[in-house]
């Protein structure tokens, strides 16, 4: 497995920590990140991770990134990619190579709320109920067939920060699970 982060990495960490365990059926083979300063990466250094930068800034177009983050996901020999906060829409020239083998986990119950700000929209809408999609990546932004969800209850007084931090706990446990599962088929 690649894993491709652009931040914290904290479901990354999760699926490391997975795959790391004895009855694990994936490994994690390399973590790619398109921002120099992600702490995530950081992380998986200290951990021994085979770890990368590229940068979607040293690109002139997505499609310039993408084939370079192809070329290097390509050269790593992967069975599949995870994505785990990566903030790049991706185009055709990554997802068709890899179609039907890179997965994400989006904060939402998909097909609600894709894209951004997926807590403060939830409860805009008055949800009783939000949570956390693991997905197939399409060229659709969140669009991908579901593989997995779990639910958490939308709480009288919550805030985007609250809600986020109880749907973060259960894409923790989903996304590992969700992988195994997958990769099982």
């Known amino acids: 497995m690649g894993v491709l982060i652009s ?5 990354m960490k999760a699926l490391v920590a997975a795959s790391r365990a004895a009855d694990s059926i994936f ?6 990140s398109n921002k120099a300063d992600a702490a995530g990466i950081t992380w998986a250094k200290e951990l021994g991770v085979a770890t990368q930068i590229i ?3 040293d690109y002139p177009s997505r499609e310039a990134f993408d084939a370079a983050l192809n070329d290097y996901m390509q050269a790593q020999h992967l069975d599949a990619i995870a994505c785990a906060g990566f903030m790049r ?12 083998k890179i997965l994400n986990i989006h904060p939402s119950l998909l097909p609600l709320y894709k894209g951004l700000h997926t807590h403060e929209r939830a409860i805009a809408a008055g949800e009783k109920e939000a ?18 969800q ?21 894409e923790h446990k989903l996304y590992p699970k969700a992988l195994s599962d997958f990769l099982s088929r």
């Open 7 to 11: 931040g914290t990495g904290s479901n």
């Open 27 to 32: 490994e994690i083979a390399c973590v790619v």
């Open 55 to 57: 940068s979607h800034r």
């Open 89 to 100: 829409v991706m185009t055709p020239v990554l997802v068709a190579p890899w179609a039907g």
């Open 131 to 148: 949570g956390c999609t693991v997905h197939l990546v399409t060229a659709e932004l969140d669009d991908g067939p579901i593989l997995a």
């Open 150 to 170: 779990a639910r958490v209850p939308v709480l009288a007084g919550d805030t985007p920060e609250s809600l986020a931090a109880r749907v973060l706990l259960e």
